[in-house]
């Protein structure tokens, strides 16, 4: 796993800044405390969302989780385990912690077309479209918009396919509009901008 290194994400940050060569010391010193406060800020961030990452994989894999943080073939036989919250949870793992591997995209194609919980083939998606290349890249636009125009699907998996295609484009959802994708008694239909979907997926 190359683990995302927010102390080098940090010390980037900090690498550009210089005092101004010119300005009296109080102009230098709120210049630094603003600093300061900002990189204490992304700290907060980052402590949040690993908590919220670790939960949500403990809520799925139980105790199992920790061998899988340890072992990506332990993570790999995850996906043969008959809980479909085994599977869910290893899918997630190989999608956020470990690092992608090409050679796994035949079988979470597999898992998205065949696995009898939709669930787990939405995060089938996750993974296919963290393991996305520039060759790769159209066929699972396609495939995403596909996924979320079919009103036979489950909500949760058009959403999720939605959600990736937008990933694929690289935009990210407002927290208002991530929210409203999460309430399920909102039609996905009236969310969804099926005019920016046509303008682009990618033609055959």
């Known amino acids: 796993m190359t683990p995302l290194l927010w102390s080098s994400i940090i010390g980037d940050y900090m690498s550009g800044f210089e005092l101004p060569r010119h300005g009296d010391d109080e102009d230098r010193l709120e210049l630094r405390f603003r600093l300061e406060s900002e990189i204490q800020e992304l700290r907060v961030l980052r402590s949040k969302l690993k908590s919220r990452q670790y939960n949500i994989w403990r809520h799925f894999l139980?105790?199992?989780?920790?061998?899988?943080?340890?072992?990506?073939?332990?993570?790999?036989?995850?996906?043969?385990?008959?809980?479909?919250?085994?599977?869910?949870?290893?899918?997630?793992?190989?999608?956020?912690?470990?690092?992608?591997?090409?050679?796994?995209e035949q079988r979470y194609m597999q898992m998205l077309a065949t696995d009898p919980n939709s669930d787990v083939r939405a995060s089938a998606i996750l993974c296919l479209v963290h393991l996305s290349t520039e060759n790769s890249k159209d066929d699972i636009c396609r495939m995403c918009a596909h996924i979320a125009r079919d009103s036979a699907n489950t909500r949760n998996l058009r959403a999720v396919a939605y959600k990736g295609l937008l990933t694929l484009k690289g935009y990210s959802m407002t927290i208002s509009m991530g929210r409203a994708f999460l309430n399920r008694n909102v039609d996905l239909d009236t969310l969804i901008d099926w005019r920016w979907v046509d303008s682009v997926v990618p033609k055959t």
């Open 62 to 104: 139980g105790d199992r989780l920790d061998a899988m943080l340890e072992s990506r073939t332990a993570t790999l036989d995850g996906l043969n385990d008959a809980s479909a919250s085994i599977r869910q949870g290893a899918l997630r793992l190989l999608a956020y912690y470990w690092d992608p591997d090409p050679a796994m």
